[in-house]
Each structure stands twice: as structure tokens, then as C-alpha cells.
């Protein structure tokens, strides 16, 4: 089933956002309407926003998605947030087709949680709404009351509210599903994503990464340190197109246009 889609619009070079973990395609809302120059989409990856919960969570079907999101775009570039940078920079070493990659705080074991449980995740995730089930009028009061005193309020709105889907009682209940969730957090939180130098390396496009001080970890500097791949650090937290989204498009669009 083809992932819900949305696009941005704009002309020029295809550019496909790809959200992070627990995110949507909302999460880009801010920053694509910067990417002048270009034809900007984005999709709900696997088990988040619109897209239906598959049975299993896999790196192998994230990546493969994104294989044929882009497959059809005309040599596209790929911007991936945490996830959805891993999952870019895992594609691109499958696929001669792509302009260029930027990956958003995506790095090797970024944050080495394989052994996260449940009440972890719901802990880590209680500002962002995990587990949250409801009425219609139950989502709509927490939607009003969500990210209260945070800049980014708007923005946390957007993606929650897009993040439900009905049970088969008609109650509203958050994304992705715990029980979908954990797992996927165990993988990209841990060495299973499969993401290494060495797979870095073997990116077969121009790559760029951008990297938050405050969340990149001192084992994640010294792999990146390793790499001969360009990298940039941003005074900013893990949401590096939230907190500084004229900076990321700056560079998204100058490091497309010189590749």
C-alpha cells in the first residue's frame, strides 16, 4: 500500500522529506515552505500519521519504502530527520538515482538504547502524547492544551493530531502503537539499524550531515570524525528543523544546488 503522501509544492529539483521516529509528515511543515527552488513531498512512513500499522518493525521495509517513494522522482534528494535520515542514508547506498542526501541527527548508534522498555518509551515520549486514547472532543482538548509554553506548540499540535487512527469501537488512539513503537525505538536506538561508517561510506550520492551539539553523543563525534563526510553542528536540540529551520533549509538548498 502506497503511503499517504503529501506535497508542498514548488518547482524545481524533487526533494522527499522523510519524518523521524513518532513523527509525520507534519513535522516538516515549518521548513518546507523555506525550500524555494524546489519540488518538495513528503509521506507518513510505516505505522505513523495516515499510513497503516504493518505487522512487523523492520528497517529492511523502511528502507525499501523509501526505495520506491523516491523511485519514481526525477534523481530526487532526500532530507531525513533522526529515522528518517538513518533510512535516507541507507537507501542511497542501494541506489544510483538520488541528487544528494541530508540526514538530520542521523548517526551511527546516535543513541544506544537497545534495551528501552515500554514504560520508557511512554515516559520519554509523555509530552509528544504516546499512548494517548480518546474521543474526537478528548483530542481536540488535548490538541489545545498540547506543548503549552513551548515555541514549537503549533508544530507538536500538527504532528499529534495527525498521529491517530480509530479502533474498531470508533475511539481515537495515538501513533505509532506501543506495541509497534517499542520495537522500532529498540532498533534505531540501538546497532540493529544497521547504520555504520562503513555504510556511510558506501552512499553513492554527495551526503551532508547535519548534527545537533546538545543531542549527538561523544561515540557518534568520534565515528563521525572517522568519516570523510561533510559535517555540520547546529547550536540547537535533536529537532534541528524545528529549532533552527531558516539555518537547515539555508543548507539544504545551498548543498543541492553545488551538488
Known amino acids: 500500500?502506497?503511503?499517504?503522501?503529501?506535497?508542498f509544492g514548488g518547482t524545481g529539483p524533487d526533494l522527499l522529506l522523510l519524518h523521524g521516529g513518532g513523527d509525520n509528515l507534519e513535522t516538516w511543515r515549518g521548513v518546507a515552505p523555506l525550500l524555494d527552488g524546489f519540488s518538495v513531498v513528503a509521506y507518513d512512513a510505516r505505522g505513523h500519521g495516515q499510513s497503516p500499522t504493518p505487522d512487523?518493525?523492520?528497517v529492511e521495509d523502511m528502507v525499501a519504502e523509501v526505495i520506491e517513494m523516491a523511485g519514481p522522482l526525477e534523481r530526487p534528494f532526500l532530507v531525513g530527520h533522526s529515522m528518517g535520515?538513518?533510512?535516507?542514508?541507507?537507501?542511497?547506498g542501494q541506489m544510483d538515482t538520488l541528487?544528494?542526501?541530508?540526514?538530520?541527527?542521523?548517526?551511527?548508534?546516535?543513541?544506544?538504547?537497545?534495551?528501552l522498555t515500554r514504560d520508557e518509551l511512554v515516559e520519554f515520549g509523555r509530552s509528544r502524547g504516546f499512548g494517548w486514547s480518546g474521543t474526537d472532543e478528548?483530542?481536540?482538548?488535548?490538541?489545545?492544551?498540547?506543548?503549552?509554553?513551548?515555541?514549537?506548540?503549533e508544530l507538536m499540535r500538527a504532528v499529534f493530531r495527525r498521529n491517530h487512527e480509530r479502533n474498531d469501537g470508533g475511539m481515537l488512539r495515538r501513533k505509532p502503537d506501543p506495541e509497534y513503537a517499542l520495537p522500532l525505538a529498540q532498533i534505531y536506538m540501538g546497532p540493529q539499524?544497521?547504520?555504520?561508517?562503513?555504510?556511510?561510506?558506501?552512499?553513492?550520492?554527495p551526503v551532508l550531515l547535519l548534527c545537533s551539539q546538545e543531542w549527538v553523543g561523544e561515540d557518534?563525534?568520534?565515528?563521525?570524525?572517522e568519516i570523510d563526510v561533510p559535517v555540520e553542528w547546529f547550536d540547537t536540540g535533536h529537532y534541528l528543523h524545528w529549532d533552527a529551520p531558516d539555518a537547515v533549509a539555508r543548507r539544504i538548498r545551498e548543498f543541492a544546488c553545488a551538488s
Not at 535520515?85 to 542511497?92: C, D, F, K, M, T
Not at 478528548?138 to 506548540?153: F, I, K, Y
Not at 557518534?220 to 570524525?225: D, E, G, M, Q, S
Open 193 to 205: 539499524s544497521g547504520l555504520t561508517a562503513e555504510r556511510i561510506r558506501a552512499v553513492r550520492c
Open 99 to 115: 541528487g544528494g542526501v541530508v540526514a538530520l541527527d542521523a548517526v551511527p548508534r546516535w543513541w544506544t538504547r537497545p534495551n
Open 1 to 7: 500500500m502506497t503511503p499517504p503522501v503529501h506535497d
Open 56 to 58: 512487523r518493525a523492520s
Open 85 to 92: 535520515g538513518v533510512n535516507a542514508l541507507l537507501a542511497a
Open 220 to 225: 557518534a563525534r568520534r565515528t563521525l570524525a
Open 138 to 153: 478528548e483530542l481536540e482538548r488535548q490538541v489545545s492544551s498540547l506543548g503549552e509554553g513551548s515555541r514549537h506548540a
